[in-house]
């Protein structure tokens, strides 16, 4: 009985955690596959309000920021492969010694159980890792490409940060937020 406990207790434990996973492209953002999205988007009011056109060129920069992010990042199954392996080898060696000072605690019993909880959270750790090293490096380049001269010259009073948790920019749909063009006079 008690090991079937302890193995419901790992379940709903493996449960709880990887739960967060389904938020995609929620918390982990970063994962997500539309380089807008990874971004927040301000306008400067004296430039007047953001427009269709100014919300165009910047998703245009943070999708292009998302794939020279992408060539040059860590895999993801590297940087969660990684953070698991060092979860589940402090988690047993955490829950083996522990366990010593637990009455009746058995370390051939918790030592795996609790190891195992370590790499699942290592590994959840790595994606949040990685989700948060993408929509920083999206937002920060986003940021840097409307900085630059040209760029500015195009959308001025525009800038770009990065989005740790999903935004509601989308490449390809315009927010309501968003105003029409001016008409050319």
Not at 114 to 125: F, S
Not at 129 to 149: H, I, K, P, R, Y
């Amino acid at each position: 009985m008690t090991s079937n406990r302890r193995t419901w207790g790992l379940v709903l434990m493996s449960t709880l955690v990887l739960g967060g996973c389904q938020t995609v492209p929620g918390p982990y953002n970063g994962l997500g596959r539309d380089g807008a999205s990874m971004v927040y988007v301000h306008k400067n009011r004296d430039y007047g309000p953001m427009t269709a056109e100014d919300y165009g060129v910047v998703t245009d920069h943070a999708n292009d920021c998302l794939v020279d992010g992408r060539r040059q990042m860590a895999s993801l199954g590297e940087t969660s492969g990684t953070m698991a392996a060092v979860g589940a080898v402090s988690g047993s060696i955490s829950g083996s010694v522990v366990t010593q000072f637990i009455p009746g605690g058995r370390t051939s019993v918790y030592g795996p159980y609790i190891g195992t909880m370590g790499a699942i959270n290592g590994a959840v750790g790595g994606l949040a890792m990685q989700s948060s090293a993408m929509s920083n490096f999206v937002g920060g380049c986003t940021n840097g490409d409307l900085s630059d001269e040209r760029t500015r010259a195009k959308v001025p009073g525009v800038h770009a940060y990065p989005a740790p948790v999903r935004s509601n920019n989308r490449t390809g749909r315009v927010p309501p937020w968003i105003t029409a063009a001016p008409a050319s006079e």
